[in-house]
């Protein structure tokens, strides 16, 4: 059972443009959402993060919403760099702050010149 | 160091045999985490421990598996009588408090002939 999904396993975007990962979850008792960031060969680098009384969180180039009714977040990249070229990881833990963190299945980004 | 270290960073086995994985956290960080990433798929939660003691092991698969941090500061992550579904990259992470944001170690990618 797959409580945190990533349905798109590629997204390819020009540079410069918007690149836009989504993530879905099913269990409601989630109430903190993480992005990370991978590199082939290193382990998760954290992006960003999200609580639920939140719907909106920003850093820089990036920026998570959290639609909760949808059981639904995106992270948004703008504009995108060719360092961004990674596998992104979606992940939610219950229960107030990153606790034992549930991971999507990742995103691979290819930022193109 | 200033980042989670693990060693060794790949091991090759053979079926049946017993194997330490090792984590030094990001020192002054008191919780620390192992996760299990197979091929594809996100990383998958195995065991947390706040200060020596595991807090949650809900995530080890079977009794083969099992970690210890008993100064409270590295950890060992040991796998008995190994089968060939246990071939995947461990991960470890530490967060200075239980709910602050983890941070990750390379990993060490263990191969189960």
Same mark, same amino acid.
């Given at each position: 059972d797959q409580q945190v999904k990533q349905n798109s396993p590629s997204l390819s975007v020009?540079?410069?443009?918007? %690149?836009?990962?989504?993530?879905?979850?099913?269990?409601?008792?989630?109430?903190?959402?993480?992005?990370?960031?991978?590199?082939?060969?290193?382990?998760p680098t954290f992006l960003i993060?999200? %609580?639920?009384?939140?719907?909106?969180?920003?850093?820089?180039?990036?920026? +998570?919403?959290l639609n909760k009714s949808a059981k639904h977040l995106s992270l948004h990249i703008v504009p995108s760099q060719p360092?961004? *070229?990674? +596998?992104?990881?979606?992940? @939610? *833990? @219950?229960?107030?702050?990153?606790?034992?963190? +549930?991971f999507g299945q990742g995103t691979r980004l290819t930022i193109n010149p | 160091g200033a980042g989670v270290s693990q060693t060794p960073?790949?091991? /090759?086995?053979?079926?049946?045999?017993y194997v330490e994985l090792r984590c030094d956290p990001i020192s002054g960080h008191t919780a620390l985490y192992w996760y299990r990433q197979s091929l594809g798929q996100g990383p998958e939660f195995l065991i947390y421990f706040q200060g020596t003691g595991a807090a949650d092991d809900s995530g080890l698969p079977n009794d083969r598996f099992f970690a210890v941090r008993p100064e409270g500061s590295v950890s060992t992550l040991k796998i008995q009588r190994t089968e060939r579904g246990d071939s995947a /990259?461990?991960?470890?992470?530490?967060?200075?408090?239980?709910?602050?944001?983890?941070?990750?170690?390379?990993?060490?990618?263990?191969?189960?002939?």
């Open positions: 020009q540079e410069g443009r918007i %690149s836009i990962l989504n993530c879905d979850y099913t269990n409601s008792m989630f109430d903190y959402f993480l992005w990370y960031k991978k590199y082939p060969a290193e382990g993060s999200i %609580s639920s009384i939140k719907d909106k969180n920003e850093d820089g180039r990036f920026t +998570v919403f360092g961004d *070229s990674a +596998v992104y990881f979606c992940a @939610a *833990s @219950a229960g107030q702050g990153a606790q034992k963190l +549930v | 960073s790949n091991k /090759v086995t053979e079926k049946g045999k /990259v461990y991960l470890c992470a530490s967060s200075l408090m239980l709910t602050d944001t983890q941070y990750f170690g390379p990993g060490t990618r263990l191969t189960v002939l």
